[in-house]
T-cell receptor, first 113, second 114 residues
Framework: AQTVTQSQPEMSVQEAETVTLSCTYDTSENNYYLFWYKQPPSRQMILVIRQEAYKQQNATENRFSVNFQKAAKSFSLKISDSQLGDTAMYFCAFTPGAQKLVFGQGTRLTINP | ETGVTQSPTHLIKTRGQQVTLRCSSQSGHNTVSWYQQALGQGPQFIFQYYREEENGRGNFPPRFSGLQFPNYSSELNVNALELDDSALYLC?????????????FGPGTRLTVL
């Protein structure tokens, strides 16, 4: 089965703190791509960061970075210096070969002032 | 560059009715994917269209059908609506099917079935 599990339904941190969102996935594919998407309240889903499974180096996009552990099938997202605008639902997803994105259940992240 | 747009924004239907949702892909994109997002859940893949042909389907019954037009816009049709079809329907476009290419999402259509 191709599944994504996000074990933290909700998280809350203070502005400027660092927060890590967890994600594990299950697939028998060897080549795939992993993503973190952000869905702000009543706004469109946007891509935060992506990782190619065959690359060992962890992806980084400004304040966002991932910790990709292929053997453990783990793909966590770290947000440094969190900002109020980071408040959103965060979805971990991957493409098992082609076509579809398989999403997790999401983590609702709240950044408090 | 125009992003992905969807219409209508909201829709209310009753059980047994039929509905058509529309999506305009981002300029230069030839692939459109549709997802169903129930309240409090992650999106679930319905199907994908690539150059006007269905290019993969998720675990949805045949009453969910779609089309893609020569300009790469797309429709999602749902027949014989059920209460469980109430959800946010997301359309996403990309330059090619699958792989690392980012899927750009529209704002969604909120469907309520009474």
């Amino acid at each position: 089965a191709q599944t994504v599990t996000q074990s933290q339904p909700e998280m809350s941190v203070q502005e400027a703190e660092t927060v890590t969102l967890s994600c594990t996935y299950d697939t028998s594919e060897n080549n795939y791509y992993l993503f973190w998407y952000k869905q702000p309240p009543s706004r469109q889903m946007i891509l935060v960061i992506r990782q190619e499974a065959y690359k060992q180096q962890n992806a980084t996009e400004n304040r966002f970075s991932v910790n990709f552990q292929k053997a453990a099938k783990s793909f966590s997202l770290k947000i440094s210096d969190s900002q109020l605008g980071d408040t959103a639902m965060y979805f971990c997803a991957f493409t098992p070969g082609a076509q579809k994105l398989v999403f997790g259940q999401g983590t609702r992240l709240t950044i408090n002032p | 560059e125009t992003g992905v747009t969807q219409s209508p924004t909201h829709l209310i239907k009753t059980r047994g009715q039929q509905v058509t949702l529309r999506c305009s892909s981002q300029s230069g994109h030839n692939t459109v994917s549709w997802y169903q997002q129930a309240l409090g859940q992650g999106p679930q893949f319905i199907f994908q269209y690539y150059r006007e042909e269905e290019n993969g389907r998720g675990n949805f019954p045949p009453r969910f059908s779609g089309l893609q037009f020569p300009n790469y816009s797309s429709e999602l049709n749902v027949n014989a609506l059920e209460l469980d079809d109430s959800a946010l329907y997301l359309c996403a476009s990309s330059t090619t099917a699958g792989g690392p290419n980012e899927q750009f999402f529209g704002p969604g259509t909120r469907l309520t079935v009474l």
